[in-house]
């Protein structure tokens, strides 16, 4: 399949053999659907109305967790679920899903204690099938973290979890798909869903950006749109809607000198008793999350409040009362929203069940909710259902979803880091990038020239923010979203993407604009 966006696009529009499944939502989820299908022999078609992971798949935390929080409420089935697939994508994709260390610091008089927390990681270690819990004193404590509050501090729970770059892990998906035949698009939205006389699905048609619509032939489409999920379902028979909660969860990215962590490290917010984080990240520090419903038109991009920035902050001060962090140290922002389905009850945002959700309506399925970690057992089971419950169409459960990179030496100039990173960024298209020839590094980054040529060239960016925000994060990681960078970027990129003078310069408009608006802190500013 050609990697040329606009000649897929002719591809699509003179296609007449119907597709077996058409995918709608290119974040995590419908990503993960697209390579099920796709490994699985099924003529496949993805397409995203935005870009690929616009939506929560990439502001999400970016953990890859079992989630302790589910486990403490009782949802044993989703927690095993979720650490299994942990392992599993630690072992299929390392440098792309990597192992941290978590510590949970325990204060006297403070919940949870020591005692409980250890009998929760002992139930958590056995559900992963692998040990990774170990209790800290207060010393030890300090050695791993510098600078952490340690007044009443009586003791540490140690415990494993891993890490990813949502974005990537969604880009890798795509090109695992792509490479077993799917069609992958973004910018182009489901305009309509056609049926027959009896309300069966045959065919979707789809919008590209500024094009006509294109009808296409298949008896089942998947909806994996996430926070809209509710939208295209309601063009079906329903019997069962979904009811989507949006709740918007907040993340605050610091220069790691500010706040020099090497672990995860957690506390219960002294306001609702929620867990926060601080945890590295592409050399910053982020802190996160909030919890909110999420009110503002889902067509826009979210953004973090003043409110949320004072909560984040309130955290960073009581676990590390020395480093005096203030709003002005602050590299970026970035707020996510969670597709959460609810029951209608009236639940405060945390409380409310991170379990996905199925609707079948007679080929068309929608899927929403659920955890970045399970994506591949929710794909699996959407597309059985798209089936009729025939899971004979899907490949064998213990097939890679990842492949594995090429054998390379390592090639002279890259530390193991980097080299890990690229191995699980790239995979079998790590060689190809790196042909690139332009093995240095943006300043002040580990992100490589060469890794912004292979997206200009193959990685469908069709705006600045796609290159700046999802493909590479550049725009999180570096000051005032990397403005410094544009003119270098200009002289590399635009001739690679094809755009005029003028183009170029309405993109970095457009993409300065949006990063004021969205990833900044908000203009009414906090102290």
């Given at each position: 399949m050609t990697e040329n966006r606009g000649d897929t696009l002719a591809v699509l529009k003179n296609n007449n053999i119907p597709f077996d499944v058409v995918v709608v939502g290119g974040g995590i989820t419908g990503t993960g659907v697209a390579r099920e299908a796709a490994g699985s022999g099924l003529r496949t078609l993805l397409v995203e109305q935005k870009d690929f992971a616009w939506g929560t798949s990439s502001r999400s935390s970016k953990m890859v967790h079992g989630g302790l929080r589910y486990l403490g409420s009782g949802h044993i089935g989703l927690t095993r679920q979720a650490v299994r697939e942990r392992q599993r994508m630690m072992e299929e994709a390392p440098g792309l899903v990597e192992p941290i260390p978590f510590l949970m610091p325990h204060f006297r008089g403070k919940f949870p204690g020591p005692r409980v927390f250890q009998l929760l990681l002992t139930v958590y270690d056995k559900l992963a099938g692998v040990r990774t819990r170990d209790k800290l004193t207060p010393a030890e404590t300090l050695q791993w973290v510098p600078?952490?509050?340690?007044?009443?501090?009586?003791a540490t729970s140690r415990f494993t979890d891993a890490l990813t770059d949502d974005a990537r892990l969604v880009q890798r998906l795509i090109a695992e798909a792509q490479a077993d035949g799917a069609i992958c698009l973004n910018y182009v939205a489901a305009s309509g869903i056609t049926r027959d006389a009896h309300g069966h699905?045959?065919?979707?048609?789809?919008?590209?950006?500024?094009?006509?619509?294109?009808?296409?032939?298949?008896?089942?489409?998947?909806?994996?749109?996430?926070a809209w999920a509710d939208r295209l379902q309601k063009q079906g028979p329903h019997e069962t809607p979904l009811h989507i909660r949006p709740l918007r969860g907040s993340h605050l990215v610091l220069p790691w000198q500010r706040l020099p962590v090497t672990c995860a490290v957690s506390l219960l917010h002294p306001e609702d008793g929620r867990p926060v984080f601080a945890f590295p990240w592409l050399g910053t520090t982020v802190l996160g999350t909030t919890d909110l419903d999420h009110t503002a038109d889902l067509n826009l991009?979210?953004?973090?409040?003043?409110?949320?920035?004072?909560?984040?902050?309130q955290v960073s001060s009581k676990l590390f009362p020395g480093t005096g962090i203030k709003a002005q140290d602050v590299l970026s922002s970035w707020a996510g929203v969670r597709p959460v389905v609810t029951s209608g009850e009236d639940k405060s945002p945390s409380k409310e069940n991170r379990e996905h959700a199925l609707r079948s309506d007679k080929g068309l399925v929608s899927v929403a909710g659920g955890k970045l970690t399970t994506f591949r057992q929710i794909a699996r089971e959407s597309l059985v259902a798209a089936f009729d419950g025939d899971k004979s169409v899907l490949r064998d459960d213990r097939v890679p979803v990842f492949t594995s990179p090429p054998e390379t030496p390592r090639?002279?100039?890259?530390?193991?880091?980097?080299w890990n990173r690229l191995k699980g960024f790239y995979g079998q298209q790590l060689t190809s990038m790196l042909a690139?020839?332009?093995?240095?590094?943006?300043?002040?980054?580990?992100?490589?020239?060469?890794?912004?040529?292979?997206?200009?060239?193959?990685?469908?960016?069709?705006?600045?923010?796609?290159?700046?925000?999802?493909?590479?994060?550049?725009?999180?990681?570096?000051?005032?979203?990397?403005e410094q960078l544009l003119p270098a970027l200009r002289r590399r990129c635009q001739p690679l993407l094809g755009w005029s003078d003028m183009q170029w310069q309405q993109e970095v408009d457009r993409y300065l604009t949006l990063y004021r608006q969205s990833y900044n802190l908000p203009t009414t500013g906090v102290a």
């Open positions: 600078g952490l509050a340690n007044d009443r501090l009586i699905v045959t065919g979707i048609d789809v919008t590209p950006e500024g094009e006509s619509a294109i009808h296409v032939k298949t008896k089942r489409v998947i909806n994996a749109t996430g991009e979210p953004n973090i409040t003043d409110a949320e920035v004072h909560y984040l902050l090639y002279a100039g890259f530390s193991r880091l980097t690139e020839k332009s093995p240095d590094c943006v300043d002040g980054t580990t992100t490589l020239w060469a890794e912004l040529d292979w997206a200009c060239r193959h990685e469908q960016v069709v705006h600045l923010d796609d290159l700046l925000l999802r493909r590479t994060r550049l725009g999180l990681v570096c000051p005032k979203g990397a």
